[in-house]
């Protein structure tokens, strides 16, 4: 009796690990529904780049295939030529890729199936279930009623079978302009779902296609294509964001009309990835791009995984960051400083911490002899043990942050001032003597400071100071340009309000570039897409747009620590 109590146990637990769209999967698994086949697909429309809202679809659908060991196509609505680039599938690809996942051989594009859209379409008509319609768009959405009020229908919905192939047949040929014919099915012009009132499947666009070229002067509607691909490629769960279930009716509709066998996709609907400061239209998206608001779809500013990628945020963290979240059938908006400090909390226990100093101030130590130069050890990363150590430049000169020193520091002020003594990491205590100013501006422009060599690090004399600074040998040291990169908008919710427009909450800070930093020389060589720890400042990564060999540039990945949240506080 214990024992089955336990394994009760077990398997309730199981249960609940599970998130409702697994559930769902294992109830399908357990009636044997589709020869117990898992397959899933990513549809994206190749009209933009993927943000980190698709790298949760990319997730779900690539995800569930793996964990019941099925499989996952991916397949590009491509059904508006107007607006799709090749740029932007291969954008797609790259992106797919570098989150971790694989179509393998199963690369597809919903232009694979026009001509069995083209030919289901005509049996619809065949069938007394579609007709072209003449009238606009605009007419036609009146037509459509309200919520609560049935449609009326169109004076062409009972054309003849034989009138409705020619007409269709001339749209392709192109003896019609764009917007005077479309195709719509012949459902239900009284139902309460608003997308079942006889909706449009095909119109008149004549745009050359980049992989049918001329052939096709209609293309189909998102709603006819979507579910119909899924048949056609014997997808088993079509999972879709929430705003498609009320398409699901439709979805299940032209299903019904097609299939000739017991198989059947499911679609099931799931949350949408919505953040905090930050915009996830692709519609806004690419208005940032093209009125040059951010240096293009890339920008590390941009919620794109390519501009996040650029920025040094790594694959791991946004799949982490996407398992916190979850999958749920409510809408909700995720404070982006939980997808942070899934960043950090990955660079954590990857980044080498390293000396960098961005706003320069030079410090000589007097006392330390003049040509003289060491080499001191110190430690890659303490949260890896297999990072080793490296060694770093000393010398009579050095720079610290400007922000490290005060003329005259408030009590609790635990970095440099005049008598104070501070630690230089990985280095000797020092003891500031001196300083020199600019007469004209007031600047400081030079600390003077005494060493104690008793106190190198590492040599068991144990002087206990407060504050630890990070430093760079001014000798050998070299000049690099930071980029420092913040959040674009500086509202929680930009795209939130309806009396403004978004870009009216454009950070006018998201973006300060540093031309004078002075960065330790091993920085020197660092490559395209490395990431680091820079010491006491935050996590950067070498800029793989305008960095050289032998002149990286760094972007600020994320701080060290939340600030906005003390921002917000004020």
């Known amino acids: 009796m214990s024992d089955n109590k336990n394994s009760s146990d077990t398997n309730n ?30 549809p994206p429309e190749p009209n933009g780049y993927l943000h980190i809202g698709h790298a949760k679809a990319i997730c779900l659908d690539f995800g569930i295939a793996e964990k019941y060991n099925g499989k996952c196509n991916l397949r590009f609505d491509d059904t508006n030529p107007s607006k799709e680039e090749i740029e932007y599938i291969n954008s797609i690809k790259e992106d797919i890729h570098w989150l971790g996942f694989d179509w393998e051989d199963r690369e597809y594009y919903t232009s694979d199936y026009f001509q069995k859209l083209y030919d289901f379409a005509v049996d619809l008509i065949n069938k007394g279930l579609a007709y072209v319609d003449d009238q606009s768009a605009e007419i036609i959405s009146e037509q459509k009623g309200t919520p609560t009020e049935a449609g009326v229908e169109s004076p062409y919905r009972n054309r003849s079978v034989e009138e409705n ?8 040929n192109g003896e019609f302009d764009e917007g005077a014919r479309v195709l719509r099915a012949k459902v239900d012009m009284a139902s309460s779902n608003m997308h079942m009132r006889d909706p449009i499947i095909y119109r008149i666009m004549k745009v050359p296609h980049h992989r049918t070229g001329n052939k096709w002067n209609i293309y189909p509607m998102y709603d006819f294509a979507h579910g119909q691909s899924d048949y056609f490629e014997g997808i088993t769960h079509s999972l879709c964001t929430l705003e498609f279930e009320v398409h699901r009716p439709l979805y299940d509709w032209f299903i019904d009309q097609l299939k000739d066998s017991d198989y059947r996709p499911r679609q099931i609907e799931f949350n949408r990835l919505n953040l905090t400061y930050t915009v996830m239209s692709k519609r806004k998206l690419l208005q940032l791009v093209e009125q040059n608001y951010v240096e293009g779809w890339d920008d590390p500013r941009m919620p794109t995984l390519s501009g996040l990628r650029r920025r040094g945020y790594t694959a791991l963290s946004i799949r982490n960051f996407i398992d916190k979240i979850g999958y749920t059938k409510y809408e909700a908006m995720n404070d982006i400083t939980l997808l942070e400090h899934s960043v950090r909390e990955d660079l954590n226990k990857k980044a080498n911490r390293v000396m960098a100093v961005l706003d320069p101030l030079k410090v000589i130590i007097t006392n330390y002899p003049e040509g003289e130069e060491e080499e001191l050890e110190t430690v890659n990363n303490p949260e890896d043990p297999e990072a080793g150590s490296r060694t770093l430049p000393f010398s009579r000169e050095i720079f610290i942050e400007r922000k490290d020193f005060m003329e005259d520091p408030p009590r609790k002020f635990f970095r440099m001032g005049p008598g104070r003594e501070v630690r230089l990491k990985s280095a000797y205590i020092i003891k500031c003597e001196d300083y020199k100013k600019d007469h004209e501006t007031g600047e400081i422009i030079e600390v003077y400071c005494t060493y104690d060599p008793e106190t190198k690090s590492g040599s068991g004399v144990s002087r206990k100071v407060k504050g630890t600074l990070h430093w760079v040998s001014a000798k050998h040291a070299f000049n690099a340009e930071v980029r420092l990169y913040d959040r674009l908008f500086n509202d929680e919710t930009p795209d939130g309000h309806k009396d403004k427009d978004f870009i009216e909450f454009l950070n006018p800070d998201s973006l300060t570039i540093l031309k004078n930093c002075k960065l330790e020389p091993s920085l020197k060589s660092a490559v ?22 032998g002149a990286p540039v760094f972007n ?13 506080k004020k």
């Open 528 to 549: 395209k897409g490395e990431k680091f720890q820079f010491t006491r400042l935050g996590y950067f990564c070498v800029d793989n747009k305008y960095s050289k060999p």
């Open 165 to 172: 192939l020619e007409l269709l047949k001339r749209m392709n």
């Open 13 to 42: 637990e199981q249960t609940k690990s599970l998130n409702f769209i697994e559930q769902f999967i294992e109830e399908d698994l357990s009636q044997g529904k589709n020869d117990n086949r898992i397959h899933t697909r990513f």
């Open 556 to 568: 600020r990945t994320v701080a060290l620590r939340d600030t906005w949240s003390k921002i917000k």
